[in-house]
């Protein structure tokens, strides 16, 4: 399944959870280096991107506590 | 056996000779100890010799993180530290401080580092995975703790964990602390120092080995309920608006919302408590400040030196700059102002006509206490020394001080609080002197004057077990809660988490039983274990930091209440039926040595105690030097 993943970097706080979730899922370890969405944080700002190998699966935005990822609409293959 | 969760080494590195060395992580020790603090005080206990000058090189600067750190485990980004503490020679362990380090440390391959010696000048050390080297820290050297994080970051990008101290620790102020990316704080009782002490400014670390789990499916499966509980929870929404004001409303939600920034998160936090505040009007509109949490911004205002946010705020980065705790600092300047006006200090001595609580006055004196200038030399020695100067005819305005820093939470204490529970109770017993949460992880506030029940069910949530309860809650003096007795499973509830490497706020251990606490161990690591071995475990770990300060000459006579605690206004018990006068106190005392099978005449443990929890080497290695546990 594919999701569309909205990105809200105002409400980005830096857990860094998507980028947990991901490497888990995706590599079998946590590694916030081989994860497919990245955050790139400073002075409390965030830049949220995503890596060519994102499948768009959404789990990203299942484990933000903070709504900054949402996953809003199903994208039909 | 692989070690999942754990990264699998400790990473040893000698300032006098440069040399680094990586050990396998002993597994058995992990099973006896659990990992963060549990480890730290077995390999403190094993390598910081009896009797050493804490400033000297034969000190140690332990870290470590536990081995949830750097999963997904909500809240699991912390470290701990252990060390021989300058401000009272305490072997002393500070729980906190998560951000980036903990992670960083973990994937670059390492579940703690020892680090002892001293540098022939002034160095930082960087652990990039496999490459470890001792930098030159040139003229990071006279930065502030922030200054330097942000010039780190500058020369390495992010993300990095990085672990820094001020100028007061450069200048050995003997109550300094290290901080961690800013905002987390390292070391109540002179870690700061310590580092000052080894000409070491900072430790940098990333990692991309990565940390796997044993059993992905179970992990995945309690991580999933957690988060699900975490979801519903419905403090969340405000938790994540208004901050540790949403459970310590200590400055008006309005004023916060002005002046927040941005909410900063620990690696994994779900409540993402430290921030960054900015000034909107005054003398320093414009600026923007890190804080490990509003409240702790307005220690300024709760002494009366301001009453302006902006100024309070401004005050707190430039404590936070230096390095220096800021109860400490501030008790200090207090205690320097009453000697002045009851004529034991002189003008001349002091250096001015007392100390003016105003902000430009305190900065200033922050100032000479950070770089020991004029008398803030004497008081970077903390109170431990000056009270061995200064400490005779002081009844009157005598410090809240227990084994040489501030009980900072109690009837008189800065902090003002009303009953005696775990967290008072624990300002005496810690064997370290009073910390953040000396007492563990009660509920005792939160469930405040609710029936017994309610705190039955957070006693079994905590892992107490039955018959302990039925001790807990037999009626003594009156009281029908024995807090005494009681500490002793909050305190190790609290150190199961410091093991763990989770975090030790309320607003998250809640969503953590032993059970899941267990469990998710078990999940992660492939070492089954049940919440008795894990409350087992954390029990082995304070008997053998408690023998580790017996060595140093601690014993029941340290373990004291403030004697202003029993003035004219006295803390009621949990009920608020009962005052707590000296004599119930100290009773409470005896219960709790009772509880935890240590003597009654020395407050230390007993043999037969040692040698349930394995550890017989204790009584061996002390019977060397002259100590012997009945």
Redesign the interface.
């Given at each position: 399944m594919k999701y569309e993943i909205r990105t809200y970097p105002t409400r980005c706080v830096g857990c860094l959870n998507c980028q947990l979730i991901c490497s888990f899922l995706f590599e079998k370890a946590f590694n916030i280096f081989k994860a497919r969405i990245m955050i790139d944080r400073i002075d409390g700002n965030s830049k949220i991107g995503f890596t060519d190998k994102c499948t768009s699966c959404g789990f990203c935005a299942d484990y933000c506590l903070y709504s900054a990822l949402e996953k809003v609409e199903e994208v039909k293959e | 056996m692989k070690a999942f969760g754990y990264a699998g080494s400790i990473l040893f590195v000698n300032l006098t000779t440069s040399k680094i060395k990586k050990e396998p992580l002993d597994l058995e020790i992990a099973r006896n100890f659990i990992g963060g603090f549990g480890i730290n005080t077995k390999l403190g206990y094993d390598l910081i010799k009896p009797g050493i000058d804490p400033l000297s090189a034969d000190n140690k600067i332990i870290i470590g993180a536990g081995p949830f750190v750097?999963?997904?485990i909500p809240g699991s980004a912390r470290v701990c530290s252990l060390t021989k503490l300058p401000v009272n020679g305490a072997i002393g362990w500070s729980g906190g401080a998560g951000m980036n380090f903990g992670?960083m440390l973990k994937?670059a391959g390492y579940d703690h580092i020892v680090i002892e010696g001293c540098a022939d000048k002034p160095v930082y050390l960087k652990i990039f995975d496999d490459d470890v080297e001792i930098c030159d820290a040139g003229t990071l050297w006279g930065e502030g703790s922030g200054e330097t994080v942000d010039e780190l970051y500058t020369e390495y990008g992010?993300?990095l964990g990085v672990a820094s101290i001020g100028q007061a620790a450069e200048n050995l102020v003997k109550f300094s602390i290290a901080f961690v990316e800013k905002v987390g704080t390292l070391g109540r009782g002179g870690l700061g120092a310590v580092f000052g002490s080894k000409n070491l400014k900072a430790i940098i670390a990333r990692g991309?080995?990565?940390?796997?789990?044993s059993d992905?499916k179970r992990y995945r499966e309690l991580v999933d309920q957690l988060?699900e509980r975490?979801?519903g929870y419905s403090g969340?929404k405000d938790a994540?608006k208004y901050g540790f004001l949403n459970f310590m409303p200590a400055m008006p939600r309005e004023v916060y919302l002005e002046l927040k920034?941005?909410?900063?998160?620990?690696?994994?936090?779900?409540i993402?408590d430290k921030e960054?505040l900015q000034i909107k009007k005054g003398k320093f509109k414009g600026r923007?400040v890190y804080s490990s949490a509003a409240v702790n911004t307005l220690m300024s205002m709760m002494y009366g030196i301001t009453n302006d946010y902006g100024e309070s705020i401004k005050l707190s980065e430039e404590l936070d700059s230096y390095g220096l705790d800021q109860m400490e600092a501030l008790e200090l300047l207090k205690f320097a102002d009453q000697l002045y006006k009851h004529g034991m200090l002189t003008e001349k001595e002091l250096g001015s006509p007392g100390i003016k609580f105003e902000p430009d006055s305190v900065t200033e004196w922050l100032k000479k206490i950070a770089y020991r200038e004029g008398f803030g030399d004497a008081l970077a020695d903390g109170f431990g020394e000056v009270l061995k100067k200064y400490g005779k005819g002081i009844e009157e305005f005598a410090p809240v001080e227990v084994k040489g820093m501030v009980a900072y939470q109690g009837i008189t204490s800065p902090i003002k609080t009303d009953l005696f529970t775990t967290f008072e109770f624990g300002m005496a017993v810690h064997p370290k002197g009073p910390c953040a949460a000396p007492g563990g992880s009660s509920p005792l506030y939160f469930t405040r004057g609710r029936a017994i029940d309610w705190v039955a069910g957070h006693l079994d949530r905590m892992g107490v077990p039955k018959d302990a309860q039925e001790r807990i809650f037999t009626l003594k003096d009156g009281m029908a809660l024995n807090v005494g007795r009681m500490t002793k499973y909050s305190q190790q509830s609290l150190f199961i988490v410091d093991m763990l490497g989770t975090c030790g706020r309320g607003q998250i251990n809640r969503f953590y039983s032993n059970k899941v606490q267990a469990e998710l161990y078990s999940a992660v690591t492939g070492i089954e274990i049940s919440g008795e071995e894990l409350m087992k475990a954390a029990e082995r770990a304070v008997n053998l930091i408690k023998a580790a300060n017996v060595r140093e000459g601690f014993d029941r006579k340290d373990d004291r209440f403030p004697d202003g605690w029993f003035g004219k206004e006295k803390h009621k018990d949990y009920y608020e039926k009962v005052e707590i006068t000296k004599e119930i106190a100290y009773g409470l005392l005896d219960d709790y040595y009772d509880e935890r099978g240590w003597d009654l005449k020395t407050g230390i443990p007993t043999k037969e105690k040692l040698i349930e929890l394995g550890l017989n080497f204790v009584i061996t290695d002390a019977e060397k030097i002259g100590v012997t546990y009945s």
């Open positions: - | 750097g999963t997904n992670i994937n992010r993300p991309t080995k990565g940390i796997q789990v992905r988060y975490m979801r969340l994540h920034k941005a909410r900063l998160a620990c690696v994994s936090c779900p993402a960054i923007t």
